[in-house]
């Protein structure tokens, strides 16, 4: 066991951010034994109007349910935890509620003198019911034509310092595992083939009848990067904390700099939020990842929304935490309610929600909440002791604080999470460790379980944080947008998909008055929207050959000139990246594949044409899907073809416009297809139909 050595916490709940440092007194559970103590001081400090920080590690459950089995000593010999750590303090954290210094620490100033409001969240009716991703906000700034654009949130996923891997190797990472190959310092009980092992063994137990569901988590370890992890700088860590709470969409964030040890939490998932009488609860079950665009991302959403299995372990499981309940609740089991499922979004999921509320009898203490409902059963399973003893003998290591709870409590409540989507940094040991996994019941399919866990662990590798900003580019010409209401519903589409706040109506100002300022000529419009809410809008002037309308007709005229040389990419694009089917501001995956194409007709002496130079995108199957700065179109034999949105491509708006109005159908390319087509085409909203040239290397391919 090591001892902690407290340096500062964040917690990013409801109500704002609380920042604790220098407590006043720290409480320690060196033993499940000791849990009960910890928990009783806690409720004491409370009560004489402190507040209390901290966690109960998973483990920490053996002090309510005795003869409870430990998994075995985790591999590798790394750090552990203490069962229960929590720092007390004279204030409630609102008075360092700033953003962490970039050191990671805490400042120096004094606390405020009593009076201090309520633990944030502890109230259930300040309890989020459904995260769809659109939330309004404060007016945005004016859009003025050709203002500098506004400063952005911190440019995080840029910052030194993260996770070796991180938003590149996360495919090959996939495939070792599912290979049953464990990288170099990866618990083997990561890897498909122990993975399945445990899985049959533990669908044996549940068709002997000894439990309904089943929570079966496993650990992995990734290999720290960054000069800021190697020198020990603490701000590193901070920042990798804030890319984790972006990319979750987390509504109950903490971190907890320990020193050597730090715990980063970027869980969803409310345990319990407790006024001193209303106590409210919010399970997770059944998850499903999000789609790379709208339609698919309304197909995921429905599907796990009507799931038979996981409605069915969600209810198993909402009913089970009323059962622990009813014991605490005024008029037991009828004072305990469970409301509808609801689903809930965040940037890479969808999760399957219940509320569970009851109203605790006036005599009931924070460690009779802890001593009735923890862990949580959630994260457990049902019943709750034949789960605990099932996963004692099946995982392989100890959890630690994931899936245990991350928490603060105050004179007039308490509101902890579940520790899950939850890390664990060694800096000693240079890694970072991290538990996920998922419910198990007798119909679950192995597979496709181990591939949830999986997702759920994309927030460290996979780049699915929210873009700075979202651009939309648009054909200005006589003071009228094209296609402006397209344009429009593709923005307010990507917006919700990330979770923007809603800006519509200073959208629809900087359109007004950008048209209002160019009234007469043709002009190339660039709408931005910053994740901060401003709003900026930029004309530049568009000339020949582009301001032939024949180009925007619904069929393209055999004569137009500007025609464009592609180059296909060297490498294919990952067509699960959500990044290919939203217009964002940062556009480096196209430019670095644009910069190779340009060298490649540089080295050959090729002429461009009018049109310029692009170069031609593929996806893993090999199949064309877009160009960097246009869709595909192929003709042949009379009809007109584009590439699907399922292969990874934009799904442009002039295209939309061709596709809805008949005149271009959707249909799988190979490369054949374009080499024995009649003619290619590239087409976008602001230039049209434009001429298509490809070349492969060794000359032009397409005849012209």
């Known amino acids: 066991m090591t001892t902690l050595s407290f340096q500062v916490a964040r917690f990013d ?5 609380r920042i604790f440092a220098r407590p006043a007194a720290e409480l320690v559970a060196e033993t499940p034994e000791e849990v009960p103590a910890v928990l009783a001081a ?66 120096n100033g004094p606390g405020p003198r009593g009076g201090a409001p309520a633990v ?68 083997s009980e990561a890897t498909w083939a122990a993975y399945r092992a445990a899985f049959s063994s533990l669908i044996a137990a549940l068709t002997r009848g000894e439990a309904e569901v089943v929570n079966l988590t496993f650990r992995l370890a990734l290999p720290l990067a960054g000069a800021g992890h190697a020198t020990g700088d603490d701000g590193g860590f901070f920042r990798l904390y804030r890319r984790l709470l972006r990319r979750q969409g987390a509504g109950y964030g903490a971190f907890l700099d320990f020193g050597r040890l730090k715990i980063l939490s970027a869980s969803p998932e409310l345990f319990f939020a407790w006024d001193g009488r209303t106590l409210a609860m919010r399970p997770m079950k059944g998850t499903a990842p999000r789609g790379r ?3 698919e991302d309304a197909r995921r959403r429905a599907a796990l929304f009507a799931s038979a299995k996981d409605r069915a372990e969600l209810f198993r499981t909402a009913a089970g935490i009323a ?78 604080i994931y899936t245990g709870a991350i928490g603060m409590a105050g004179p007039d409540g308490a509101v902890f999470n579940v520790a899950i989507r939850t890390a664990v940094v060694d800096v000693g040991a240079r890694r970072l460790l991290y538990g996920t996994g998922s419910g198990i019941t007798a119909r ?11 997702l759920k662990a994309g927030i460290l590798l996979r780049p699915a944080a929210p873009p700075p900003a979202l651009v939309e580019t648009m054909r200005l010409e006589d003071g009228a947008v094209f296609l402006e209401a397209l344009h429009l519903a593709r923005l307010f589409a990507s917006m919700r998909h990330y979770g923007f706040p809603d800006r519509t109506a200073d ?24 994740r901060t809410g401003a709003v900026t809008a930029d004309a530049a002037p568009l000339g020949a050959p582009w301001d032939d309308r024949r180009r925007l007709a619904l069929l393209p005229a055999p004569d137009l000139t500007g025609a464009v040389l592609a180059v296909p990419a060297r490498t294919p694009i990952d067509a699960d990246d959500d990044r290919w089917w939203h217009k964002r501001l940062d556009r480096a995956p196209y430019e670095a594949r644009l910069a190779e194409a340009a060298a490649a007709t540089a080295n050959a002496a090729l002429p461009v044409p009018s049109g310029g130079l692009d170069v031609l995108l593929w996806n893993g199957a090999g199949r064309p899907t877009e160009l960097s700065r246009a ?74």
């Open 323 to 400: 059962r622990e309940l009813a014991a605490l609740a005024e008029g037991g089991a009828a004072g305990v309610r469970i409301g509808e499922p609801v689903l809930e979004a965040y940037p890479t999921v969808w999760q399957l929600t219940a509320p569970v509320e009851a109203t605790t009898r006036p005599e009931v203490r924070l460690s009779d909440l802890f001593r009735a409902l923890f862990p949580s059963g959630s994260i457990a399973g049902m019943p709750k002791r034949s789960a605990l003893e099932i996963i004692g003998r099946l995982e392989q290591s100890p959890r630690g």
């Open 120 to 187: 944030s969240g502890a109230a259930p009716s300040g309890m989020p019911r459904e995260k769809e991703p659109a939330a309004g906000g404060a007016p945005a700034e004016d859009a003025a034509d050709g203002a500098p654009p506004p400063e952005a949130d911190e440019d995080l996923d840029g910052e030194d310092g993260g996770i070796e891997g991180e938003d590149g190797s996360w495919p090959a990472l996939l495939a070792a595992l599912e290979a049953g190959s464990a990288p170099d310092g990866m618990p």
């Open 631 to 704: 869709n595909l179109v192929v003709e042949r034999d009379g009809h007109l073809w584009t590439p699907p949105l399922s292969d990874g491509l934009l799904p442009g708006v002039f295209r939309a416009h061709l596709l809805a109005a008949g005149f271009v159908r959707e249909a799988p390319m190979t490369w054949r297809d374009l080499c024995t087509s009649d003619r290619l085409w590239a087409v976008n909203s602001v230039r049209g139909w434009m001429p298509l040239r490809l070349w492969a290397g060794d000359g032009d391919r397409h005849p012209s």
């Open 507 to 530: 959208i629809r100002k900087a359109l007004e008055a950008a048209k209002r300022r160019h009234p007469a000529g043709l002009f190339r419009l660039r709408l931005v929207v910053f």
């Open 42 to 107: 806690v409720d004491a400090a409370r009560r004489a109007g402190r507040w209390a920080v901290g966690f109960l590690t998973y483990e920490a459950g053996a002090a309510f349910w005795p003869n409870l089995p430990l998994p075995r000593a985790e591999e590798g010999g790394a750090t552990r935890l203490p069962f229960a750590w929590f720092g007390l303090f004279e204030s409630d954290g609102r008075d360092r509620a700033g953003v962490l210094p970039a050191d990671g620490r805490a400042g």
């Open 444 to 454: 679950s399919v192995a597979r496709r379980e181990y591939r949830e866990a999986l």
């Open 13 to 17: 709940f409801p109500g704002g951010p």
């Open 293 to 295: 665009y709208p339609e």
